[in-house]
């Protein structure tokens, strides 16, 4: 049974990604734009997996969930999984009226194929935010981890990471570039060194590294498609470690390829 993703976009203006298996299917974030945008993206990933019924999402800021995105999650009727202390964000910052939609949860949940468990990370100040530790069943156990915003990490997290089959982590910025233009929260968001710190304790943590990894959240000012990739090998070439994974870079606008997580 393959386990596919595919990002959706992935920035400040919005983030998206698909994660599913042959009959389950989830939503990770969903924040692609207008309602028009929400809906093709919705109607995009509904073609390649029919039984999609559910979005995870990490946190209440607005490029990750919004009115726009709940009205289109609601009229469809999909359900919106995350934290209860998320689910009470996003009512007081985007209304009662969208209440009904969403789908608090403790410390872990199952939907179809998915065991679904989320540990909170440092981000904004009076945001709960989440990481997702998601393990499909199958004829063999995978793991993703999704790391989309955080200002840094602790060794709980690379913990949650170190056995993963897939990884998608946020790489927001270039310090040279940080330096050169200034972004305001940027001090909110994973540097590319940081994502190449995290990746490389996650990797000698585990029995055997990722099989792909997907950066995500790249700054458009402070950041360039490349640089995260090179920051990576860089890095584990200076603690003389091989990279045995295929990295990726999600594009902000445009749906990626499809991965297979074998």
Known sequence: MPLKFK???????????LLWTKSSALLLDFAPGCQRDCRQALADARALCPGLDSVLVTHAHGD?????SLKVLREAGLKVRCHPEVAKQITIKFGADFEPVLKPFGRNATVGDFKIAHLRVP???????TAFVITAQGDRQRKVCLFTDLSTF????????????????E????LELLKKFGH????????????ARFLHKACCAGPAQPQAVVLGHLSTECNRPDLPVLEIA????????AVNFEVHVAARHEPGPVIVIK
């Open 7 to 17: 990002s959706l976009c992935s920035g400040s203006s919005g983030n998206a990604a």
């Open 171 to 174: 790489a927001n910025h270039d």
């Open 184 to 195: 305001p929260g940027s001090e909110f968001h994973l540097s590319n060194l940081k994502a």
């Open 123 to 129: 981000h904004a100040p009076n945001y709960c935010t």
């Open 64 to 68: 990750h969930i919004n009115a726009n």
């Open 154 to 169: 602790t060794d709980e997290h690379v913990a949650s990471a170190a056995d993963a089959d897939f990884i998608f982590l």
């Open 234 to 241: 860089a890095y584990f070439k200076r603690k003389k470690l």
